[in-house]
């Protein structure tokens, strides 16, 4: 077992490091969306999609 791991220990590391990155990304984004912000990061002003993101 601690050959693996020392013989695979940059691919665990590098898997575990974009495991937490991509759930602090997706935590944000929830976080953003109870908020009520837009996902995208840009206002609605201007945007072509407005009218399929707030439909009424």
């Not at 929830?30 to 912000?37: A, H, L, N, R, Y």
């Amino acid at each position: 077992m601690f050959e693996f791991l020392s013989a695979n220990a940059g691919t665990i590391i590098v898997s575990i490091a974009l495991l937490i990155i991509i759930s602090l990304v997706v935590r944000s984004m929830i976080i953003s969306k109870k908020k009520g912000k837009s996902t995208c990061g840009c206002g609605c002003a201007n945007c072509a999609m407005s009218a399929e993101c707030h439909r009424k």
